[in-house]
């Protein structure tokens, strides 16, 4: 996360192209566009896509490059959460879709941009934002509780200390800037340099996660997803850090029928509805050849399954 000055490689492309299978004439929706590198492979393949950016930024850059297509256009931006897929999409009478392809968490493009405020190697306004409005984590760490501050980092950073942090960042507020929390957040753990990961790194997730409510927009767009599928259609979700994966994980797991059994020696129970995901893949991880290419993949995780003819569970 502290990395900065990385061209946007987009991860796991040649993978999220398999398993999307996309088609002349195919109607995908790309949740998450930010530089747009899944988007351009689904272009070439003929198809149209529909991407989605709650940053203004990504559909600006998106809306240059979209003028420049023939009509009717192939490209689609939607300047919305991908939470909301289904409603925007409506608006355009468009009910199903062919694929739905969602790469979850922070954008290289954030994290280079120093006054976005999403990491810590140059010094930024303390924002992280991704739809830069709203509460930023500065607003956040100089108002809240204490105890809300270490249940956050708690539980989006699975930091063990957090307690330990949170009463770091109250005794040192007003913050302003990534490196002032950054330097807090190491002194409260007694950061050693040279060390292979900064210990900054699991407060600045947590906070990151907290003020964009990442894991509840995953959930809702993993039930949008459901929703717009049509029968055969293709789901790719990259994820990068196990909160996220298992989310996913576990989303695939209830939608194909599997339900985890009461214990390990109990076998899994069959659901009461019919599966709406089949063919549901294993984790995939990137190759040692695009890892020395992208060292930032290092943590990329991709899942996919096939929609069935079955209704959905419950409206997105």
Do not use: C
């Not at 999409?89 to 969602?102: E, F, Q, S």
Request: net charge neutral; charged share 20%; hydrophobic share 45%.
């Amino acid at each position: 996360m502290s990395g900065v000055g990385v061209p946007h490689i987009p991860v796991l492309l040649d993978e999220v192209a398999a398993a999307l299978h996309p088609a002349p004439g195919d109607v995908i929706v790309d949740a998450t566009f930010g530089a747009g590198g899944y988007t351009r492979r689904l272009l070439a393949t003929g198809a149209t896509v529909h991407a989605f950016d709650r940053d203004p930024d990504a559909i600006a850059a998106g809306q240059r490059w979209a003028a420049d297509q023939a009509e009717p256009p192939r490209l689609v931006l939607h300047p919305r959460r991908f939470s909301e897929m289904v409603a925007s999409l409506a608006d355009l009478g468009i009910a199903r879709v062919d694929g739905v392809v969602m790469d979850i968490g922070v954008s290289s493009m954030q994290l280079d941009q120093a006054e976005r405020g999403f990491a810590f190697a140059v010094d930024g306004p303390l924002d992280m934002r991704m739809g830069q409005t709203g509460e930023s984590a500065a607003d956040f760490l100089n108002t809240a509780a204490e105890s809300t501050i270490a249940d956050v980092l708690y539980q989006y950073g699975e930091e063990r200390q957090s307690r330990r942090v949170a009463r770091a960042i109250v005794a040192a507020r007003p913050l302003s800037t990534t490196g002032e929390l950054a330097a807090v957040v190491r002194r409260a753990l007694g950061h050693k340099p040279g060390a292979p990961k900064d210990p900054a790194t699991r407060s600045f997730q947590a906070i990151r996660i907290h003020i964009n409510a990442e894991l509840d927009e995953l959930r809702a767009g993993l039930a949008a997803a459901e929703t717009l599928l049509g029968e055969g259609g293709r789901l790719a979700v990259v994820s990068f850090h196990s909160l996220e994966d298992r989310i996913v994980k576990q989303f695939l797991r209830e939608a194909s029928g599997a339900v985890a059994g009461a214990s390990r020696h109990m076998p899994a129970t069959q659901a009461a509805f019919a599966p709406t995901f089949a063919a549901v893949s294993k984790g995939i991880r990137p190759s040692e050849r695009e890892l020395a290419a992208n060292p930032r993949s290092r943590s990329a995780t991709l899942r996919a399954a096939t929609r069935t003819a079955a209704p959905a569970r419950r409206a997105a």
